[in-house]
């Protein structure tokens, strides 16, 4: 099952036809995964974890020293959630085979480090803008990998940490307004061309084609008050929508507290009047 939905966020063909028809779903279209996948919400956990909220980056590297600690070269997209997904079915193999009961603890260790530090760290909200956005299959696709994601072993209550990727923070004032709301690590929510094109359809505003911090930009440049009111209802969807996930409590509690500490803090800009830059909150 983890080795089928990792199949399904890479590009179909012949091969995941016929996996999405196993798991009981429809066959991918071509042009939906791209619009997916490519143009809305890229599966690459450094995006959604790291401190400029791009691929690649500490993240990233973080990423692969995992698999590096493993004894295992990482491949050329270490963080992409196929590859992570088919390293969690490898662990799985492997602590199938192990028969020395030390060798297999350390295995067992080493899986819920992988679930909790690389995939369960940044897949509730992600899983959470699939369902939202996605066309199906990919929805029930959300739906599936969430359930798994959800009883995959994890660290004992007490030892639940926030994962190391949440332990960077930028100095402050280092980010303006733009920088922070498309950085899903800081701010909390994940933030798509299409909510953009939402954004801008609800505000009767012309929306910029091109990368999502020009469109942004744009768009505050237009009419920034009723922009920056959205940013911050958009905000808080994200966070309610957090609070109703199923999944450790930890998690999404973070994600959904960083959204309204986001939300709140675009408020608080707009009733003191101030300039479309947001010191670090």
Known sequence: MIR??????????????GIASLLGLGPP???DHTELFVHQLPPYASIYLGSQGKIGGDARERIAGFWRALGMTPPVEPDHLAALLGLWATLIDVASDQT????RLL???????????????????YLARVADIGVEPYPSWAGMLQTLITRAPGPEPADRALPRHFDTEPE???DDLVDLVLTPVKSGIILTRADLKRAATDLGLG???????FALRSLLDQDHQPVVEWLARE??????????MPGPNVLTSHWA???????SSLEGLLAERQPANLPWI
Do not use: F, K, M, N
């Open 4 to 17: 089928a939905l990792g199949v399904l966020c890479e590009q179909p063909g012949h091969v995941s036809d």
């Open 29 to 31: 279209d071509p042009v």
């Open 100 to 103: 020395e009961p030390a060798r």
């Open 107 to 125: 295995v067992d260790h080493s899986l819920v480090a992988l679930i909790w530090e690389h995939l369960a760290s940044w897949l509730y909200p």
């Open 172 to 174: 402050p004032g280092s």
């Open 207 to 213: 929306l910029r084609i091109g990368e999502r911090v």
């Open 235 to 244: 905000a808080r969807r994200q966070a309610d929508t957090l609070d109703g």
């Open 257 to 263: 507290s960083r959204a309204r500490i986001t939300a």
